[in-house]
C-alpha cells in the first residue's frame, strides 16, 4: 500500500492543501495521505499560530468526504505532559515512528511543497529524513529543477556541472540520488495561502473560495483569526 504523509502548520487548512493531495494521490496511486498538524512547527517557534486542537479539528473537517484522507494526531501535545515539556515536531521522528508501524510490503512517501522543500537542508538531519522515505515534491511557478536540486543538504546535491543542466528543466519526472529519491508532482492551480486567509478574516472577506465550507464555517463559529490575539496558543 502506498501512503504519504502531509505535514505542516495548517493554519488553516486550506483548498490548496486538499488539491495538493488529491493530484498526489492520483499520480503515484496513495491509498491514504496522512495530514499531520505539527504541535509546534521546528521553523515557527517564535511566530504565534493556533491551538494545535484548533488546527486539527479544521483538518478533520476539511477532510471529510475525502476517500483515503487520514487527519492524523501523530504530532499531538502528548496529554501525559499535561502541556508541559514540550517540544519541535521534527518530521524525522514521525517518520521513523509510522514506518515502524508499516508493512514490509507498504510504501511511504513525503509529501511536501516546493516553497517548504526549498529550505530542507535546514531541517533537523535532513539528510537522514531524505534516506528515510521518498518524497513527492509539488511543483511551484517560477521553480526548475535545478531549485530542487540545490535545495539538498550538500552532501546529497548533484555536481555543479549537474545541477547547471538542471536550470532550464521543469520540475518533472523523478531525481533519484545517492540517499535520496525525489518525485515530481507537476503544478497544480491553487493560488491559496495561509496568510491569505487570515488577511480575510481581518477584512471580513469572504472564505469560501479559499478553504472547505466545514472550514469556514468553524472559522467563523469560533471567531479565530480576528486579530493577533486569537492567533496565539
Known sequence: MNIALFGGTFDPI?????????AAAVKFQLKQVWFIPADIPPHKQKTPILSFYHRYTMVALALVGEKGFVPSLLEA???ATGGSQRKPSYSI??????????????HLYFLIGM?????????HEAEALLGECDFIVAARPGYSLADVASS????????????????KQKMEGPLVLPGATL???????????ATQIR????????LRRLVP?????????????????????
Open 115 to 123: 516553497d517548504a522543500f526549498k529550505d530542507i537542508a535546514k531541517w
Open 183 to 193: 518525485h515530481m508532482l507537476p503544478k497544480t492551480h491553487e493560488n491559496v495561502s
Open 213 to 233: 465550507d466545514p472550514v469556514a464555517e468553524y472559522i467563523h463559529k469560533e471567531q479565530l483569526y480576528r486579530n493577533a490575539a486569537s492567533a496565539r496558543r
Open 93 to 106: 521522528d514521525t517518520v521513523r515512528r509510522v514506518k515502524a508501524m508499516l508493512g514490509k510490503s507498504d
Open 152 to 167: 539538498l543538504p550538500p552532501k546529497l546535491r548533484p555536481a555543479a556541472a549537474v545541477t547547471k543542466l538542471f536550470r
Open 199 to 206: 488577511t480575510a478574516v481581518e477584512r471580513g472577506g469572504a
Open 77 to 79: 501535545p502528548d496529554p
Open 14 to 22: 486550506h483548498r490548496g492543501h486538499v488539491i495538493v493531495a488529491r
